[in-house]
């Protein structure tokens, strides 16, 4: 007994004093090497008596963890300071530059599109597509736009053949036609994509972007049409109230037809969407011509349903205050740095359409 | 259109103000453009004359005018019109007054030297017209007037409308106070035209032809004889100014203001210069003429003419001939007032390419019952005007004119627009408008009014019921948020992925056009056909891109241009392999020019290269989920890559389509664009020969397997001929035992020094790993063995001892 108390008061002297790494390794082999003063204790434990033998053992096995601990925290002592020794040599300028990164941008038109389909698709809208050639029945007759229809002077038209027969679409809406010519109704689809007017100035580019939209069911009335579309002008324009204004317009294949403005006012050089005494031009829509229906073997007397059409280039230029059309396709490193977003940026229902 | 308010009250009775009529204009579809006085103070515009010119003293293109303003007040103005001549009476504006179409408010200024007191103004300035080729001409019946102002004392705002195609009647005056009277601003006052009672004959024969396609249904026509053309009376002069017209003389200033009232164009001729009456007609190939606007026409078989035994006159609706033209002194007026068809004037004025104000009112459909009290009202007033006997009126027709009927089903109306208005309702809106309505069965017989081309249908009298009762009635239905089709389709989800991803390596997005510069797409069309666009809007934008590269290298330069030295641009979009719908492909298009690094404290300089490309498309397709263990890359390339350093990649080794191609672009095309760059990289994704993967995310995470036995690292170096690729290697090591060789890596290639010519030195780190138990030494010395076997036999390389 007084054996094992005096090797513990011994060695906890010994530790507590000022000890290099192989001062302390010395006194753990002393300890615990194979002849060992706690080694050698556990070598006796068999000899002992059988009625002090487990007090015996308990004991030892105490002072011995008690100086293992102290042994090693002692180690670990010692190894932190010689690493913090050798820290206060390695202090480099943390302020000098990071390694050089490049950020890349997705165009604010592609980041609008999104948006845009990210809201449409929250009220069961699908996205199609077209192609950006179209022959004339798609892109006008078909639409009911027959050929010399007045209407056709309202799109300057790019043609690749001689007989007219083949040009860019000068609209979304010939999407409208391939759907519905290639499924069966219902309908419910948005159509994003570039389109093409051979009309260039400050406000008009020879090429931009216009989604179309789709709905087409059995009992779907202009309430239907005017719900969505203030729906989607809310939700776009991440407001809470949206003052709209349908008006009657025309275009050949809707029927009726309406444009829609909304209230908007100049604050500071911004424009304010919502509110205002200003209105603003924003789409057209109407209601499906039962000829375009007709054209697409859909029988107007059990399907209607309405179409829209909106410039995309004009919406983003609304949301993000970006003053000229033409800079959208002038791919000015400046410009789409600062208009770009990052392409994390992802626009969702969940996490709301931008930051 | 324009009109004025003053104007409509000549057909509506009101007591409503200007701002609810601009309101209620817009509400029923007659968008009001714009709403503004001619000018603030437009007493201030002066008729005057142009007493004498010299020339500028300091500027070719200038003349200093002494003008007379009144009572020969001279002021000094300097002019820069070419058409401004002695003698000449035109409008002064002095210095104070405001310019209507700039809104500027002129001062006394000194214009290159000489003090120039005021400005004489074009039809544009004075937004009466877009013409802004020289100063207003006025006639010369305008002599006595110098001093006096040329606008009348007016208050009513000129309004601009934007009317639909659709909507013809609404480009007279009277058609516009109907649908206002319609939708309750006002009612329209009942203006029956008298008809004129003449016992004199009408002398002048006049025949339509039938024949196939003719273009003149019915031709009307008066005569007038002994008539003197004179200036109109004030009232008329102001009636046009106000909206926007120029007084001429008399006879035409009737024509037009009954045009402008009630739509109905007429045509004035000189009688004495038709020769043995008129003949509607096709014309016959090869015919000529000489129109009002002084241009000869060269005409094609089977339009529309108005002949006499001569020749052709005049192109039916569209324009008039010299030949038979009116001029002050004439003294006997044919004056016709006839119907053509739409689609013929239409044909005829686009082949012809002329553009006429009674064009674009015929071919949008004029009322062919208004032949009669057109004439009536026009002739009434040249009598009173002009003095002169009139004749009978004599009306020509090939075919009577049949009123459309349409069968309406009330119910219709709330189907379409939702909410419900009551029969009354309707009926007072349709006989408003102008419909006969007759009780048919549950619903209504209706009779289309003459004047409303548009109607043919059920729907588009809902469209009336529904403009005219407000848009604001129609109900907001909250749309219901249910999905039964995924919002994009694979194809479009890896559009959006490809999209991101590659923005993700640092490439700005770009958007440009589809087409471009014919110089710049030949240096990309490689093999592929030039497309071409008719009628481009320039020719720098002729032809569609065949490669996006076209445009992303013009931009890229422009970009170099502006200083920016390092910039990686993309743009996601098509390219065209023909002019034939779906002839398109979308493509991943990316450029990066300059260095990886610049001027870095911590690295070192390096120019991008063509294994910069290739990382950005290697990853992007593995991220998008391709195996990238299965690609096969070649190194044959279109032409405007460097022939050397560039690859095209395959999903996999059957090479069936080409998924991309990247390297650097061919140095020869960076001097014909003149780009500075220390190097110009680029890669094209072909997204249409991805295939799209069968299995969807969620199938390929549900087997997860890995090993946790021990791995091993084993390095060999081969010597092999210099022709033979590093991807044949490491295929053939990786190919051994898919289960063991987890991974092999190319840590060096090495040419020269002790190696021989026409040889290199590939070092390889091949990791292997069992998912059964660790290898021993035997296992392993005896799949090295097999590697190094494998890869001599399969490539002729030799280890290195």
């Known amino acids: 007994m007084s054996d094992l108390k005096k090797i513990k008061d011994e060695f906890l002297s010994k530790l507590g004093g000022k000890l290099d790494i192989s001062e302390i390794n010395q006194i753990k082999s002393d300890l615990f090497g194979k002849s060992g003063l706690i080694s050698t204790q556990f070598k006796k434990i068999g000899t002992i008596a059988e009625d002090d033998r487990k007090k015996f053992a308990s004991d030892l096995n105490i002072i011995k963890d008690e100086l293992q601990d102290l042994i090693s925290s002692k180690v670990n002592e010692f190894e932190s300071a010689e690493i913090n020794k050798k820290l206060e040599k390695e202090k480099i300028d943390i302020t000098l530059p990071e390694r050089s990164f490049v950020q890349g941008k997705i165009h604010p038109i592609s980041q609008t599109i999104d948006e845009i389909s990210s809201i449409f698709s929250e009220i069961g809208f699908s996205v199609e597509e077209g192609p950006d050639i179209e022959n004339e029945y798609n892109n006008f007759t078909a639409l009911n736009t027959p050929e010399n229809h007045p209407a056709r002077d309202m799109h300057d038209t790019f043609y690749l053949d001689e007989k007219k027969q083949k040009l860019l679409r000068t609209h979304t809406s010939p999407v409208q036609i391939r759907t519905m010519l290639k499924d069966k109704p219902p309908f419910k689809i948005i159509a994003p994509g570039r389109t093409y007017r051979s009309d260039s100035d400050q406000t008009h580019s020879p090429m931009f972007h216009q989604v179309e939209g789709l709905h087409i069911d059995k009992n779907i009335n202009m309430g239907h049409l005017k719900g969505c579309l203030n729906y989607f002008i809310k939700e776009f324009f991440e407001v809470d109230k949206i003052k709209m204004r349908f008006r009657p317009s025309h275009f050949p294949f809707t029927e009726p037809s309406a444009e829609v403005d909304i209230r908007y006012k100049m604050k500071d050089g911004k424009i304010i969407i919502g509110d205002g005494d200003q209105w603003l031009e924003i789409l057209g829509c109407g209601m499906v011509h039962p000829n375009v229906l007709k054209n697409v073997k859909v029988d107007p007397a059990k399907f209607q349903g309405y179409a829209f059409g909106i410039g995309i280039d004009r919406l983003a230029m609304l949301k993000y205050g970006i003053n000229d059309l033409r800079a959208f396709f002038d791919c000015d490193y400046r410009w789409l740095n600062h208009f770009g977003f990052d392409p994390l940026d992802v626009p969702t229902n969940y996490r709301g359409l931008s930051r | ?801």
């Not at chain 2, 290159?112 to 400005?119: A, D, E, K, N």
């Not at chain 2, 039916?316 to 004439?330: D, K, N, V």
């Not at chain 2, 408003?432 to 007759?438: I, N, P, Q, R, S």
């Not at chain 2, 490809?498 to 069309?525: C, H, M, P």
């Open chain 2, 1 to 801: 259109m324009k009109i004025t308010f003053d104007w409509l009250k000549d057909h509506l009775k009101t007591n409503l103000k200007e701002k609810n009529l601009l309101e209620q204009l817009t509400n029923i579809g007659l968008e009001v453009e714009s709403a503004e006085s001619l000018s603030a103070d437009n007493g201030l515009f002066k008729i005057a004359e142009i007493v004498k010119i010299k020339k500028h003293p300091n500027a070719d293109r200038l003349k200093v005018c002494d003008v007379n303003i009144k009572e020969n007040e001279i002021k000094k103005v300097v002019c820069g019109a070419e058409n401004a001549k002695e003698g000449m009476l035109t409008i002064y504006a002095p210095p104070g007054a405001i310019i209507p179409k700039s809104k500027m408010k002129l001062v006394i200024a000194k214009i290159r030297g000489v003090t120039s007191y005021g400005m004489l103004c074009s039809e544009s300035e004075l937004n009466l017209t877009d013409e802004s080729d020289g100063i207003i001409e006025l006639p010369n019946g305008y002599k006595k007037d110098i001093g006096k102002s040329y606008f009348s004392k007016s208050k009513s705002n000129l309004i601009d409308l934007s009317i639909t195609p659709n909507r013809p009647d609404c480009l007279g005056i009277r058609g516009i106070a109907r649908d206002l009277a319609a939708s309750g601003f006002g009612k329209l006052m009942d203006l029956k035209v008298k008809k004129i009672h003449s016992k004199n004959k009408h002398t002048l024969k006049v025949k339509i032809n039938k024949e196939k396609g003719q273009g003149c249904i019915a031709f009307g026509s008066c005569l007038i004889t002994n008539v003197k053309n004179s200036e109109s009376p004030n009232w008329l002069k102001d009636k046009l100014i106000s909206v926007g017209q120029k007084p001429i003389s008399a006879i035409v200033d009737i024509t037009n203001y009954v045009m402008l009232d009630m739509n109905r164009p007429l045509h004035a001729y000189d009688a004495d210069k038709i020769n043995h009456g008129i003949i509607v007609r096709n014309s016959k190939l090869g015919e000529k003429f000489t129109a009002l606007d002084n241009k000869s026409y060269k005409l094609e078989n089977g339009m529309c003419v108005i002949s006499d035994s001569k020749g052709v006159l005049g192109l039916g609706g569209i324009i008039g001939g010299t030949r038979s033209s009116t001029e002050l002194h004439t003294k006997n007026v044919l004056l016709e007032s006839a119907y053509f068809e739409p689609g013929s004037i239409r044909n005829t004025a686009k082949k012809l390419n002329i553009d006429t104000d009674a064009k674009f009112r015929f071919e949008r459909g004029i009322d062919p019952l208004s032949i009669e009290d057109g004439l009536n009202k026009a002739v009434k007033l040249i009598k009173e005007i002009c003095g002169g006997e009139i004749s009978k009126i004599d009306i020509q027709k090939i075919e009577p004119y049949k009123t459309k009927k349409i069968i309406f089903e009330p119910n219709v109306f709330e189907k379409i627009s939702g909410f419900k208005i009551s029969l009354k309702e309707m009926v007072k809106i349709l006989e408003d408008l102008g419909f006969g309505v007759k009780k048919y069965k549950k619903g209504f017989k209706l009779d289309v009014p003459s004047w409303r081309p548009d109607i043919s249908q059920e729907v588009d009298i809902v469209e009336e019921l529904v403009r005219i009762s407000g848009y604001e009635k129609i109900k907001f239905i909250e749309p219901i948020k249910k999905r039964k089709k995924s919002t994009l389709n694979k194809y479009q989800k890896l559009f959006h992925f490809l999209q991101r991803s590659v923005a993700s390596k640092g490439y700005l997005e770009a958007i440009t056009w589809s087409f471009t510069d014919q110089r710049y797409n030949d240096y990309f069309r490689d093999t592929k056909k030039e497309i071409r666009i008719i009628n481009p809007i320039s020719s720098e934008l002729g032809v569609l891109r065949n490669s996006i590269f076209s445009n992303l290298i013009m931009y890229m330069n422009k970009n170099l241009d502006r200083g920016f030295k390092d910039l990686s641009i993309f743009e996601i979009g098509p390219i065209f392999n023909g002019s034939n719908p779906g002839e398109q492909n979308t493509v991943v298009c990316g450029l990066s020019a300059g260095k990886k690094s610049r001027l870095s404290w911590i690295e070192k300089d390096r120019n991008v290269d063509v294994f910069d490309v290739k990382r950005d498309v290697i990853q992007t397709l593995v991220e998008a989920g391709y195996d990238s263990q299965k690609f096969f890359i070649d190194s044959e390339t279109p032409n405007y890559f460097h022939p050397g350093k560039s690859g095209r990649l395959f999903l996999n080794n059957k090479k069936d389509q080409i998924v991309a191609y990247f390297g650097e672009i061919h140095p020869n095309i960076l001097k014909q664009v003149d780009m500075k760059t220390e190097s110009l990289v680029g890669f094209e994704i072909f997204m249409d020969n991805l295939k799209l993967p069968v299995k969807t995310l969620n199938d390929l995470k549900v087997k997860f397997s890995f090993s946790d036995y021990q791995k091993s690292e084993r390095d060999f170096a081969f010597i092999v001929n210099k022709d033979v690729n590093a991807q044949d290697l490491i295929k053939s090591i990786s190919s051994i035992d898919k289960s063991l060789v987890k991974d092999v890596k190319i840590f060096d290639v090495y040419q020269g020094g002790n190696i021989p010519e026409n040889q290199k030195s590939i070092a390889i780190n091949v990791t292997i790993q069992s998912s059964e138990k660790t290898l021993n030494e035997a296992d392993l010395e005896q799949i090295n063995n097999l590697i190094i076997k494998t890869v001599e036999n399969k490539t002729g390389a030799k280890i290195r001892s």
